[in-house]
């Protein structure tokens, strides 16, 4: 969890966070007076985190009947003995995941959360980190080489656990893939874990519910244009004088639509804008005068936006705390995706 986002989680316990999540760690050990009752629900907000926080989304309608199926076969089903398994909800750190080999999903629980069954599964993935590199560090005789460099970048390769999770809902006919997606991911590595995480749910089910995803593009000028969907914080779109603009709002309380150069730009077009990449945040009452900002991030790219048919089948979804503000955003993008 970002730790700019688990504010409203420590704010609806009533404990204080440190500086980062190193200093709250020392400090909750220090005090070592966190209550049984709060210490549980602070697990159990982590928890609610893991299955629903920064997250790359795909929604899929599926017959009833067919995910009913699925939710029996899934009921009662356990996951085997293993690292992650024990440790859940519990994650590994990177010593141990070093231990355990890329990419291969396990299934770590299956869930009954937010209305829903929810298969999670776990998987050890490497997110490549960019640091400067001490030429100083380096052996005798590397002087010459690094004479002509200002600065010198390293690659490295951080391994960390993902959590995955294939949600099936009681009532309805849209099924969630919601992957793990934390800032600096690589699109690739997260279609490469759509693929893994549904082959592994798959297996466990014994049969393929997903056919082809929610197509998301027309929600980009659908939810853009309703003034009232909560606030347009970026945005990118072309005009017909064949112009491509970005804009983004630098705080998130503020939203584009009203924003007065954008409102002047837009009157002296002469047809409505066409949105290729729109983030939306909105503000949930969490309960207890605790709010969060979730934001729905519908991004794709203007070469797609000038296809016949475009097609645009992910959603990223950031700053949740929960599930809480998880199905508020869930449910805005089913009511425009209808």
């Known amino acids: 969890m970002p730790f700019d986002v688990s504010k409203p989680m420590f704010e609806l316990q009533d404990v204080a966070r440190g500086r980062g999540w190193s200093g709250t760690v020392e400090k909750l050990t220090e005090e070592r007076s966190l209550p049984g009752k709060k210490a549980d629900a602070l697990l159990e907000a982590l928890k609610e985190h893991e299955l629903s926080g920064e997250k790359l989304c795909r929604f899929y309608r599926v017959d009833e009947a067919i995910i009913k199926a699925m939710n029996g076969k899934l009921t009662g089903t356990k996951a085997s003995k293993g690292a992650m398994q024990d440790a859940y909800p519990f994650l590994l750190d990177e010593a141990e995941l070093k231990k355990l080999p890329l990419g291969q999903p396990v299934l770590l629980s299956v869930d009954q959360v937010g209305g829903g069954l929810a298969a999670v599964f776990g998987s050890v993935r490497a ?19 690094l ?7 390293g690659l490295k390769l951080v391994r960390h656990q993902a959590v995955d999770v294939i949600w099936l809902p009681d009532s309805g006919d849209v099924i969630d893939l919601r992957v793990d997606y934390p800032r600096g991911t690589h699109a690739d590595i997260g279609r ?22 929610l197509n998301l593009f027309p929600l980009l000028s659908k939810m853009y244009d309703a003034d009232d969907e909560g606030r347009v914080v970026e945005l990118a779109f072309g005009t017909t004088t064949r112009s491509i603009k970005h804009e983004r709002m630098r705080v998130s309380v503020d939203c584009l639509r009203t924003e007065l150069y954008h409102m002047g730009g837009k009157k002296s077009l002469k047809t409505p804008v066409r949105p290729y990449k729109v983030s939306i945040a909105y503000t949930v009452d969490l309960g207890g005068g605790v709010e969060s900002h979730p934001e729905l991030n519908l991004h794709t790219t203007s070469y797609v936006a000038e296809n016949p048919n475009p097609q645009l089948y992910d959603a990223v979804v950031r700053k949740t705390v929960g599930l809480t503000d998880y199905d508020h ?7 425009f995706s209808k």
Request: aromatic residues 8%; charged residues 25%; without cysteine.
């Open 127 to 145: 997110l490549r980190v960019r640091e400067p590199v001490d030429p100083k560090s380096f052996p005798d005789g590397a002087d010459n080489i």
């Open 147 to 153: 004479a002509n460099y200002d600065e010198v970048i």
């Open 192 to 213: 490469a874990s759509q693929n893994s995480a549904m082959a592994a749910f798959n297996k466990l089910v014994g049969t393929d519910p997903f056919g082809t995803p």
């Open 329 to 335: 955003v869930r449910q805005r993008l089913l009511h």
